[in-house]
């Protein structure tokens, strides 16, 4: 939905508020005309069932709306004296519309001084439950959201098992763009495979301020671009569904690419406008490796593998019996297998020739070599002609929208392109955005197999490991204690603060401790 088109249905919400409400208004001693004010009726509203004009807020923030007009109905009702079982069932399962039967048909005898504290122990549960997950759901939206790593892209920087907090603040919190979804719950109900919300009606896009911008390689949470899904409705190898955008897979990886930036791969390295892309010490490149062998002296490959630290993949090449690949290596260990007995040569894998699944998918490059490939930036033009095209097509298709909410129609007939009838030359971006790349540069699903990350895709910016739990697929599963209270970025090796979190929590204990007895003894 376009923003008129909100503010149409915004209006015809104020409409049916006020043809259903103008008569309790006026049986609580206010103006049937404060019924029909938009907002302030709200705040009236709060006035007429006890309860805190802040709450009027809370009507207006998406997801966090779902869970408050239900309580409002059933605040409403009890205001005037429909407090029963059955009271509360119809003014739920009619969406609130139950209001209109008591509004017109019954006499309204409004109760001024109702008690709005819970009257049994169910209820006050109840009360507390939903005041838990409002405030848990405006944490999780627009502060802090618990992520965890799935796969080994970014490895040795962020490890399979890391359980992070993700920052909504560093580079603003996104209003969620699907209106009616569960709370806390990404793309799937637990334990089923239907989803956790309607894609209809969707708020456009608006991102509250941040305290900063995204940078190059800067570690980055955001929905897949090109994530769509197989098992909603459609039995599986039918054509998946398309998701809304807040609702697509979350993916981590490096920003390597920013707005404006001219990006190039050359044997594996970035460049960005011409220059090597300086990545922080903590980032650990790696890639594959051809470790070829003596065939003679013994290597207890078990321990190397293990106080190495390798996790992907370790094989022979092909049908050589002296040759191993391994899968990802960083520069360090390569260095360090150069010295090992019984190792020949240590050598880089770089691809080679041509792969038509690396974008713009025109079968020109391959993952090692690409580029130079514009990354897009917001009001910047480019000109569009058939060589051009294939890197922006899905932008303007998909990423970018008409001003009324809907897709442009691109079309393109010989050597014209058409956008929407037109006939066009350029292009101008809407919105910046971004190149992703993950740390192990050939196990990564990437930037450079499906493109760019808009902006509005962008989630948030993790900051801060609290749990690390170590699998290793051997069953010895335990936890990395070292990992545990880390941050993400900053300079110079990962730091653990846990034992300063433990100090902090021993001082609090003893502190309660003390001012509980300190208390107990002044009430005496």
């Known amino acids: 939905m376009s923003l008129y088109q909100w503010f149409v249905f915004f209006l015809l919400v104020q409409i049916v508020h006020f043809l259903g409400t103008w008569k309790l208004y006026e049986a609580a001693g206010r103006k049937r005309w404060e019924a029909a004010i938009p907002v302030y009726n709200a705040i009236v509203l709060m006035k007429i069932i006890g309860r805190p004009t802040w709450w009027t807020l809370l009507l207006f923030i998406p997801i966090i709306n779902l869970i408050m007009f239900p309580v409002i109905w059933i605040e409403t009702l009890r205001s005037f004296g429909k407090k029963s079982s059955l009271d509360t069932f119809l003014g739920i399962i009619t969406c609130g519309l139950y209001i209109y039967y008591i509004n017109y048909t019954q006499k309204l005898e409004y109760i001024a001084d109702r008690s709005t504290q819970p009257h049994n122990k169910t209820a006050d549960t109840i009360s507390s439950l939903l005041f838990a997950i ?104 039918r054509p998946g569904v398309i998701k809304p955008i807040d609702k697509k897979s979350n993916y981590v990886k490096r920003c390597v690419g920013v707005p404006g930036d001219s990006l190039s791969i050359k044997d594996g390295i970035v460049y960005i406008d011409g220059k090597v892309l300086q990545l922080p010490e903590r980032a650990k490149p790696q890639f594959s ?64 020739g041509t792969e038509n699944g690396i974008f713009p998918h025109i079968n020109n490059w391959n993952q090692d070599n690409l580029g130079p490939i514009y990354i897009p930036e917001r009001g910047k033009t480019v000109a569009l002609t058939a060589e051009t095209l294939p890197f922006y097509q899905r932008i303007i298709t998909d990423y970018e929208l008409k001003d009324n909410g809907e897709k442009n129609d691109l079309k393109v007939t010989g050597g014209e392109i058409r956008l929407n009838g037109e006939l066009i030359k350029e292009y101008t971006f809407k919105q910046n955005y971004y190149y992703m790349m993950g740390d192990n540069r050939h196990n990564s699903e990437d930037s ?26 051997k069953g010895l599963n335990k936890v990395r204690w070292d990992r545990v209270f880390t941050t993400v970025n900053g300079e110079g090796q990962p730091e653990s603060y846990f034992k300063y979190f433990l100090i902090a929590l021993a001082a609090f204990f003893v502190g309660e401790y003390f001012w509980k007895k300190r208390k107990a003894k002044n009430n005496i």
């Open 134 to 237: 409002i405030v848990a759901t405006i944490v999780h939206t627009y502060f802090v959201q618990p992520y965890t790593i799935p796969t080994s892209s970014l490895e040795k920087s962020l490890l399979v098992g890391d359980f992070l907090f993700v920052s909504k603040v560093n580079y603003g919190a996104r209003v969620p763009m699907t209106a009616v979804a569960l709370p806390m719950v990404h793309d799937s109900i637990p334990m089923t495979k239907s989803p956790s919300y309607l894609k209809w009606p969707q708020i456009p896009y608006l991102r509250l301020p941040g305290i900063e911008e995204i940078k190059r390689s800067d570690i980055v949470v955001f929905n897949w671009p090109v994530d769509t899904v197989h098992y909603f409705f459609e039995p599986k190898g």
């Open 289 to 352: 490796y051809s470790v070829a062998l003596d065939g003679k002296t013994p290597i207890d490959f078990e321990y190397l593998l293990r106080s190495m630290d390798i996790t992907d993949a370790v094989g022979y090449k092909s049908d050589l019996k002296d040759t191993l690949i391994f899968r990802a290596l960083t520069a360090d260990g390569a260095a360090r297998l150069r010295n090992v007995p019984g190792i020949t040569a240590v050598t880089q894998e770089i691809a080679k």
């Open 448 to 473: 450079r197999y499906w493109g760019f990350v808009p902006e509005n895709h962008v989630v948030g910016k993790p900051v801060f490991i609290w749990l690390s739990w170590d699998t290793n697929g």
